[in-house]
Nanobody
Framework: QVQLVESGGGLVQAGDSLKLSCAASGRSFSRHYMGWFRQAPGKERVFVAAISWSGGGTTYEDSVKGRFAISRDNANTMYLQMNSLKPEDTAVYYC??????????????????WGQGTQVTVSS
C-alpha cells in the first residue's frame, strides 16, 4: 500500500522559515516526479513546486520562486524549504507523485498518490 506522509508544518511569523518533509512508502518512485501543492482556506488546491526523479530538475509557481526550494534525498523522500514566509503562504501543504514515469506536471490531475497534508500558518 502506497503512503505519503508530510511533516514539518506549523505556526510561524512572517519572514520566518519552515522545512516540510514528505516520506513515501509502499513502492519506489525512482522514475517519477514528485511535487508540492497547497490549499488555502476557501480556495482550490494549487501547484507549488515539482522535482524530477533525479532531483536535477525543478519547477516552481511564480509566487514562491526565490523563496522556496524543493529537494529530494532519494527516490522516496522530498523536502520543501520555505523561506521569507508571508501570510499568503498560509495553507495546507500536500505532497504528491506524478502517475506517469519521467513526466513533469503542474496539473493536479496528473498526480495519483497524495499525502494527508500538513498545515502551515504564517502570522503577520
Amino acid at each position: 500500500q502506497v503512503q505519503l506522509v508530510e511533516s514539518g508544518g506549523g505556526l510561524v511569523q512572517a519572514g520566518d522559515s519552515l522545512k516540510l518533509s514528505c516520506a513515501a512508502s509502499g513502492r519506489s518512485f525512482s522514475r517519477h516526479y514528485m511535487g508540492w501543492f497547497r490549499q488555502a482556506p476557501g480556495k482550490e488546491r494549487v501547484f507549488v513546486a515539482a522535482i524530477s526523479w533525479s532531483g536535477g530538475g525543478t519547477t516552481y509557481e511564480d509566487s514562491v520562486k526565490g523563496r522556496f526550494a524543493i529537494s529530494r534525498d532519494n527516490a522516496n523522500t522530498m523536502y520543501l524549504q520555505m523561506n521569507s514566509l508571508k501570510p499568503e503562504d498560509t495553507a495546507v501543504y500536500y505532497c504528491a507523485t506524478v502517475g506517469r514515469p519521467y513526466y513533469n506536471s503542474r496539473s493536479e490531475s496528473d498526480y495519483n498518490y497524495w499525502g494527508q497534508g500538513t498545515q502551515v500558518t504564517v502570522s503577520s
